[in-house]
């Protein structure tokens, strides 16, 4: 997770492209958002969108609004698996400024149907359709 994170970060900086906030996907993405976070000192913020666990979608506004302000954002979840979470924000917040909002995810699947910005590890589920199990996910 910490060397996903790490890989995402200095890709981010390689393109010299560093958001004012990150902002962390319940559920998945929250944990690695706040190492984020912590690693670059970077602020962060928190979106509900859980498709999968019952269709919950939270608008934030202000979220949307900055995007289209202009302002730098990364939205960082710790997987792009069908890409739905990721269109759902991309056309909640009618991103039209694509520079300025970026996605990232620690695994992508590649036949997702959204493409990420960043990402550190690809796997292809189509191939091998293998459930992730996340270290936070099972730690009991």
């Known amino acids: ?7 995402i970060v200095s890709s981010m900086y390689a393109d010299n492209w560093r958001p004012e906030y990150i902002v962390g996907v319940t559920r998945g993405g929250l944990i690695p958002a706040v190492k984020m976070s912590h ?5 962060m913020h928190t979106l509900d969108v859980r498709l999968r666990d019952g269709n919950t979608q939270e608008h ?9 302000a202009g302002k730098k954002i990364l939205v960082l979840d710790d997987i792009n698996d069908t890409g739905e979470t990721f269109q759902w924000i991309h056309n909640d917040w009618n991103v039209t400024h694509e520079s300025n909002v970026k996605f990232a995810a620690i695994i992508d ?8 910005d960043y990402t550190s590890i690809e796997i292809n589920k189509a191939e091998d359709p293998a459930w992730i199990v ?7």
Do not use: Q
């Open 1 to 7: 997770m910490e060397k996903g994170i790490l890989e």
């Open 39 to 43: 690693y670059t000192g970077i602020k």
């Open 134 to 140: 996340f270290p936070f996910e099972e730690w009991w």
């Open 60 to 68: 934030n506004a202000w979220m949307s609004d900055d995007a289209s």
């Open 109 to 116: 699947n590649v036949p997702s149907k959204f493409d990420v």
